[in-house]
């Protein structure tokens, strides 16, 4: 049988070949980008095809803007799968349902078009098969969503009433190579543009800039497809094309992105382009860049805008460059496609190394265990191939992109093979990279994903075995530190590693930004919220961003780990050692400042710290601080130390800080204990200082005039996170689904015994799930000085728990009305035993629903970490609750109870209640990775123990 073009195997018909971005050319141009007239068909349509002719009438059709998908303009709607294919796998069939988009565009020439030369039609990306007309005149057709096309159209073009006509199918052979994890979003989603293409236009140019460290100098040459002559003249270079010259140069590096500016001329077009020289290489089983290793700090990028899916403008790719930098990011994996062109013209202008990763994956097939895989199956190699060169002839002329690679999760295969051994062939210069081969034979270095930091030490130790070869190739994690909700945990342990061992050459988190659809329900929408299936849920949030770009705190953490400036502090000698991180540049662009605080920021000291400006990559210097001053003796000093941009960028204002460290100068005093008042009846309650009880539950009612909408009582429970949860395919325990399963979400609480003693209010519990033997005993111990209010609270395990806690600590509710927190401990953000490097210790306040952390599936978020006391008030300066920790303590604040958290499956489900829930916890569970990767390190896990912690409770009055 016959198939239809958008089902054969064949990459495409009737398309010029592939060649080089130029966005620099002055030939003429026309943009296409705009409304498109518009018509949504059930099916491919079979062979009626008269929209396309000339003269054809659509006024009566639909309208949408392209660049756009249509399933996100109001025609049909998107679809999230991960590795599921959304359709049944008979390669290389696709469904009779398959949404068909017609399009048209009419356009006239501007009147000052050249009337030489020729023209061409571009497409710089259609998901996922089209077949284009121009006036009626059928031009082919393509697949390759994420890749250029482009038509030769000089002959049919008139100058008035132009005709492009696009017929766009959601689903085609193509869409077995496109199984990335992301939404399905068919359409004309990049841009169209005509054209002019003059009598001796470049055509293809390949600009070859190299850089010789020892010499310090660059070698420049520019094969062009048409001769021409190349000029430099910031170096004085004036060359023909195809040769080389050598002259002195400043390197291109993603820290000091170099560029300098020059023109390619051929006879018929003079295109400007941005030069950078520099030198990748493998050299003693190390990535080099200037023959010096480099450390990834990196992320993969789907491109991705909440209203937009994959449509970005040129904003918003900006914005995602800026923000990267500004979190101390310097590598990008463009997972799993090529991006658009112009984001690689910002990488390479603002400093960002590149993976560049071929429009590539097969992951259905993999998980079928069948044959089948495109990728070994030689009847696809073509499209493999025509994949492989779309990619490499769009963006070699990126000094950013270092390294290309093939795809992602597509298994082995010949396909594959074949791929490598052209691009090997194309560019020599630019090493390759494919993860899906353990043999790594086609890949210039060992890459993983989702490895536990066992295995990655074995494999900077070079233990690891494994093939000869591999054993040889430096290692990156191209996806680690799933971002996919709160956290991801662990990502300290896996930077120490990466900077402990030479092999390992870093990594890139799993992803940048959460696919989270802006919808007038859910507020983000994810899988299964258009009502689509199968679907893959919230799987496709798992960012270090929030759909809108706010940075989440797993970015700023991300942030503080990569920090290019290492700070330690010697407390006896009075010492701080400065270490640069950076892999090329030294510190010239950045000033220090030292600031000791006592108790807090209000009364604070701080000065420069005299770095040395030319301290290179790896080395170090110590340097003595100043005293503190003798004011801190009685306080709680820390010393905070940081690193702020002082040189004009352009990626950030100056004072930017770019590292930052926080130490302990004098420890915490310790909590006076509040014992000596007496408690006595009152009425139907028992008062004790300021604490009112219940006379036979023992339950707290109130604090001075603050009555209690819930009594404190012992807490483990919390609503799960993603990685709690754990991935279903995980080899590991999760705990999750083991903790609801053991009835931790729905402990019951017996009271045993309440005891009024002489100086204390002694309460018993027992707190178990039902079904069990497992419980905690808890022994609340209440004591005051008449002013303040103390809670000791002893645990004791019962039976055999097999499993860590959530959490430990006590919950209770205040009025709603206490909806101002202040806190001296960790902040801004939050924090849990295996994230939050960045928070600080610090004096912090915000109101309640502002410490909320707004994951797009709602889930435990929002803990303080090492807090020394907190208050809730009416408002900043208003009456409220003090509660002073001992030792410090987790805090959590809410407008909602863990019950409602728990239950809500988007942000909009979660309404502010009569009461602020608080969690005072003296231990949390990790995070870890295990929504895709490891689970918590045993160093954070929260073991069942024997336990005692405590609380004193004032009431504080309104500030005056
Ligand atoms: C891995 C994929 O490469 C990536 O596209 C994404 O799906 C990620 O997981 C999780 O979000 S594959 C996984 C099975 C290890």
């Known amino acids: ?50 929209f396309a002719a000339d003269g054809f009438d659509a006024a009566a059709w639909d309208e949408v803007v392209v660049p756009g998908h249509w399933v996100l303009q109001g025609h049909g709607a998107p679809h999230y799968t991960n590795q599921q294919y959304p359709f049944p796998v008979d390669p290389p069939r696709v469904p009779t349902e398959n949404p068909t988009g017609d399009h048209l565009r009419c356009f006239d020439l501007p009147a000052d078009w050249p009337a030489d030369g020729t023209a061409v039609l571009r497409f710089d990306g259609v998901e996922s098969c089209a077949r284009v007309w121009l006036n009626g005149t059928p031009l082919g057709d393509f697949k390759g969503s994420r890749l250029p096309h482009e038509f030769a159209v000089g002959h049919l073009l008139r100058p008035v009433d132009n005709v492009v006509a696009v017929r766009v199918h959601q689903w085609s052979s193509g869409s077995y190579l496109e199984d990335q994890d992301q939404w399905w979003l068919p359409g004309i989603f990049r841009d169209v543009t005509l054209l002019h293409r003059p009598a001796g236009a470049a055509g293809d140019f390949f600009t070859h800039a190299s850089y010789d460290h020892e010499e310090g100098t660059g070698t420049l040459r520019v094969d062009c497809d048409v001769p021409g002559r190349v000029t430099v003249p910031e170096l004085g270079v004036d060359v023909a094309t195809g040769e080389g010259v050598t002259v002195p140069v400043e390197p291109w590096t993603a820290e000091r992105p170099r560029l300098y500016d020059a023109v390619l001329s051929t006879p018929g077009e003079r295109i400007a382009l941005r030069v950078g020289f520099r030198t990748v290489a493998l050299t003693g089983g190390l990535i080099t860049v200037n023959g010096r290793p480099l450390l990834f700090r990196g992320v993969n990028r789907h491109e991705f805008h909440p209203d937009h899916g994959r449509a970005l403008d040129l904003a918003t790719m900006r914005a995602d460059v800026m923000l990267m930098k500004q979190h101390n990011i310097n590598a990008v994996r463009t997972a799993h496609y090529p991006p658009h062109p112009a984001f690689l013209d910002l990488c390479d202008e603002l400093g960002l190394w590149v993976i560049d990763e071929c429009d590539l994956e097969t992951h259905g097939f993999m998980a079928l265990g069948r044959g089948g895989n495109p990728v070994d199956d ?57 993860e899906g081969d353990p043999s790594c034979q086609d890949t210039d270095m060992y890459s993983r994903m989702y490895a536990d930091h066992a295995e990655v030490e074995r494999i900077g130790r070079g233990e690891d075995g494994g093939p000869e070869e591999r054993r040889r190739l430096p290692f990156v994690l191209c996806e680690y530190a799933h971002a996919m909700g709160n956290g991801p945990g662990g990502l300290r342990e896996y930077q120490d590693l990466f900077e402990r061992y030479d092999r390992l050459q870093g990594g890139f988190v799993w992803e940048w930004i959460d696919h989270g659809l802006r919808h007038p329900e859910f507020g983000y929408a994810y899988g299964g919220d258009f009502g689509e299936r199968p679907h893959d849920g919230n799987f496709v949030c798992d960012g270090l961003c929030f759909p809108d770009r706010t940075p989440s705190p797993g970015l700023l953490d991300y942030m503080q780990v990569i920090q290019p400036v290492r700070f330690t502090y010697d407390p006896v000698s009075g010492t701080v050692s400065v270490t640069n991180l950076y892999d090329f540049a030294d510190l010239s662009e950045l000033a220090f400042e030292w600031t000791y605080l006592m108790d807090g920021p209000d009364r604070a000291v701080s000065g420069p710290l005299d770095v040395p400006p030319e301290l290179g990559p790896g080395e170090s210097v110590e340097l003595k601080l100043p005293e503190p001053p003798p004011a801190a003796r009685g306080a709680e000093t820390r010393l905070h130390v940081s690193a ?60 001075g005039d603050v009555t209690l909408r819930a009594a404190p009582r012992l807490d483990v429970w919390r609503a799960t996170t993603d990685n709690d949860d754990g991935a279903p395919w995980q080899p590991d325990t999760r705990y999750g689904p083991l903790w609801r399963d053991l009835g931790l979400d729905r402990m019951q609480h017996r009271l045993d015994d309440v005891e009024s003693g002489d100086g204390a209010l002694t309460v018993r519990t027992r707190v178990a799930p039902a079904a069990r033997d497992l419980a905690l005993r808890a022994v609340h111990r209440w004591t005051s000085d ?45 924090a849990y035993p295996d994230t939050g490097s960045a928070s600080c210790v610090s004096r912090w306040h915000r109101d309640v629903g502002g410490m909320q952390t707004p994951y797009v599936r709602p889930q435990e978020n929002g803990a303080r970490a090492d807090v020394r006391w907190a208050e809730l008030r009416t408002r900043s300066d208003g009456e409220g609750v003090r509660i002073v920790g001992d030792p410090a303590f987790w805090f959590t604040a809410r407008p909602w109870s863990t019950e409602q958290l728990d239950a809500a499956a988007h942000r909009t489900d979660l309404v502010p209640g009569d009461t602020v829930w608080v969690h005072l916890d003296h231990g949390q569970r990790g995070i870890g990775t295990q929504s895709c990767g490891p689970g918590v390190l045993p160093q954070h896990e929260l073991r069942v123990a024997p336990a005692e912690f405590a609380f004193t409770f004032t009431t504080v009055a309104r500030e005056r």
């Open 1 to 50: 049988m016959e198939l239809p073009y958008h089902e054969d195997v064949s990459p495409g018909t009737g398309g010029l070949p592939p060649r080089a971005w130029c966005a620099g050319s002055d030939a003429a141009s026309l943009s296409l980008n705009g409304s498109w007239r518009f018509r949504l068909s059930p099916g491919a349509c079979g062979p009626d095809e008269s």
């Open 378 to 434: 030689d009847r696809w190699t073509p499209a493999l191939l025509d994949r492989a060169a779309r990619t490499v002839e769009r963006d070699k002329n990126h000094p950013s992109v270092i390294v290309w690679s093939l795809g992602n999760e597509c298994g082995t295969g010949r396909g594959l093979r074949a791929m490598a051994a052209w691009i090997r062939e194309r560019d020599p210069d630019r090493l390759l990279h494919y």
């Open 644 to 703: 702020m941009i002082c040189e004009e960028t352009n990626w950030t204002a100056l004072d930017h800080v770019v590292a930052r460290a926080d130490f302990a100068v004098t420890p915490r005093p310790p909590v006076p204990v509040a014992t000596g008042a007496r408690p006595r009846p009152c009425g139907y309650d028992l008062a004790l200082g300021p604490g009112r009880f219940d006379v036979r539950t023992g339950e707290l009612r109130a604090i």
């Open 786 to 830: 008449g002013e303040a209010l103390r809670l000791t609270v002893s645990v004791t395990p019962e039976g055999d728990w097999q499993v860590p806690l959530p959490r430990l600590g006590i919950r209770l509710g205040l009025p709603a009305a206490l909806g101002y927190a202040h806190w001296f401990g960790g902040g801004p953000g939050e």
